[in-house]
């Protein structure tokens, strides 16, 4: 038997677990042997929790294939909204990183980005309202499980949620009031000290909205909702989608002009200079955006192909 | 049978599905044997988390079988179908290997 003195039975928890109650031990075994009795290094752990993400994923795809049409329905919208969740992060650091544009164009090319940011914020509100309806329109059947004693399985997740969301409002008020007392530039990198504050900040934001999907993602496979609660919910999915296709295109409007009339601006140079427009942090937010909308729009199929049969039976 | 569109059953000579059954094709084997002889006869380093990925995928397929053992090194053995997909990946691998080499002038299956 082993001490696992390395901690080899705690990668497990990135793998399902049904997935873990069938092969856990194996792999842990594998994993011990593997290493013979050395100290598993950062690229050998961040390679087995990859692959429990990756059967995570797995099994996420054939609950949704296999499911109930009403259970399919379910989960296409609660894709939605984990692509939502990581969809609010991008849009965050887009935020972050548009701010201030309009200095760097002449006001005869500051039309189109502007529009283009406009239409982002429009659509963010559009889908923020929509994911709310969404929550709305599900409370009655929420407050039913937690009247039939669901709470005592959310319990856990919701504190570890609330407490790191406490820490995180805390952390914001202390930053803010530190970055009244800097400079433009220091807020933008020029001080380390505040840029690695910020940073972690942001991790512990990212980390709470995750765990706060994960607690609706939960919550919402334990609940029984009808028929025609599943049908709304579909069709808000269906919107918060089209918002995130809407952004997602506005976004890139944005890049390409700010691209060809003040590339300067995306990287942070002179005003004048002709920087390549490729910033590292924007194609990462990018990237986090189309991934997002093509998360939620396979789910928005999902919950209408089933939702048709559901209606159908 | 084995589908040939099947997108999850790449024929690539460094596939892990195909090293594991090529394995197993020598007898049952736990995972860290597996993983030492596929490193042996080809040279590739199969980590945990992806020999037990390919593990996974097999097994759902029908292709390998897990042996009852009492200890956590449990052993796997390929089953019929994964024979039949074996030959059948191991006749398509040579296959383009022998176009490969008659291309290049060389007499096919001489490559080893």
Known sequence: MSDDRHGLSGLLRWYPPAWRARYGDE?????????DGGRPTARFRWSV?????RQRARALDALGRRGLPADRVRDGALAVLCAWAAFVLAGGSFAKQAEHFGSSLPPSQAGLPTAAVTTVMVAAVVAAALVVLGAVAALPAFVRFLRAGGWAELRRPVLAATALSVVVAGAMVGLSGWAHSLSV??????DGVY????LTWAAGAAVALGLWTAVAVRAARRVHLGRRVLGLEAVLAAGV???????TAATALWWGALAVDAPWFLRGTDPGTSPSPIDPRLTLTMVVMVAATAI???GVARAGRSWSRLRAA | ???RSDPSTPRRPNDPPLLILTSLAGGPKHGHALAADIAAFAGVTLG???LYGAITRLEERGLIEPLPSDDRRRPYRITAAGSAYLAESVTELRRIADVGSSRQGQTPGALA
């Open chain 1, 195 to 198: 840029g690695a504050a910020f």
């Open chain 1, 185 to 190: 530039a220091q807020r933008n990198g020029a």
């Open chain 2, 48 to 50: 945990p988390g992806a």
């Open chain 1, 241 to 247: 989608a089209l918002a995130m296709t809407v952004m």
């Open chain 1, 296 to 298: 939620a729009v396979r």
């Open chain 2, 1 to 3: 049978m084995v589908r």
């Open chain 1, 49 to 53: 929790a990859a692959a429990g993400l």
């Open chain 1, 27 to 35: 792999l842990v075994a594998l994993m011990e042997d593997s290493l």
